[in-house]
């Protein structure tokens, strides 16, 4: 069965530090991949996903995401957080009609 | 172009009333989930349509749960009667089915329920 694992519950970083949330598939074939982010009281809205191609993938907020093959990863970075960015992000992998969630990982920002 | 609207955003409710979730997804997208977020669970999917019809209901509690998609721009989830362990967000969100898997999903902001 597919799965996807976020490993990290919560990560805590200083505003203007690098990000990275890390992301684990276990797939059958190559998935389609996404990051969401949830701020707080609202909807997961899509930051990224990955279908083939150029395995560096940009998304909105400064937001990229880097699809490594051998590793079934898919981890998200930022070269410089802001204290906006302290969120709830999910992974998610696709590829039969109903997508799986990770657990998710709350992204706490320090000033 | 309105996104993904749900009803109510708030509920709160004593054990054993009825509780019915509204959500109207995008237009023209003909795939649509219920989710239901908790700490402890994290985010869980209860029911998956497309064009209409229920095609994985396997992630619905039980029969106390049940949910109605009658045309293309509605869906409602119900429980019926409710339990505090039912206290979640619960999220509904749609998608082109045009992309099978590989098309995002659009999340309406939740409908945060209490059950006392």
């Known amino acids: 069965a597919q799965s996807v694992t976020q490993p990290d519950i919560h990560i805590t970083v200083s505003e203007g530090a690098s990000l990275e949330l890390r992301c684990n598939y276990s797939?059958?074939?190559?998935?389609?991949l996404f990051w969401y982010v949830q701020s707080p009281g609202q909807g997961l809205q899509l930051l990224l996903k990955?279908?083939?191609?150029?395995?560096l993938v940009q998304g909105i907020k400064g937001f990229e995401a880097e699809f490594k093959r051998s590793q079934s990863s898919f981890n998200l970075r930022k070269p410089s957080v802001h204290w906006s960015d302290a969120a709830e992000y999910f992974c998610a992998a696709g590829g039969s009609y109903i997508p799986t969630f990770g657990r998710g990982t709350s992204l706490i920002v320090h000033p | 172009d309105a996104g993904v609207i749900q009803s109510p955003r708030h509920e709160v409710t004593e054990m054993g009333q009825e509780v019915t979730l509204r959500c109207k997804p995008i237009?023209?997208?003909?795939?649509l989930f219920w989710y239901r977020q908790t700490m402890m669970r994290g985010l869980e999917l209860l029911i998956y349509?497309?064009?209409?019809?229920?095609?994985?209901d396997s992630g619905m509690p039980e029969d106390r749960f049940s949910a109605k998609m009658p045309n293309a721009s509605f869906s409602t989830l119900k429980i019926q009667p409710s339990e505090p362990r039912d206290s979640a967000v619960y999220f509904c969100?749609?998608?082109?089915?045009?992309?099978?898997?590989?098309?995002?999903?659009?999340f309406g902001e939740g409908s945060r329920l209490t059950v006392l």
């Open positions: 969100a749609s998608r082109t089915g045009l992309a099978g898997g590989s098309g995002e999903l659009f």
């Open positions: 237009s023209g997208h003909n795939s």
């Open positions: 349509f497309n064009n209409n019809v229920p095609i994985d």
């Open positions: 797939y059958g074939a190559t998935p389609y």
């Open positions: 990955y279908f083939s191609g150029d395995t």
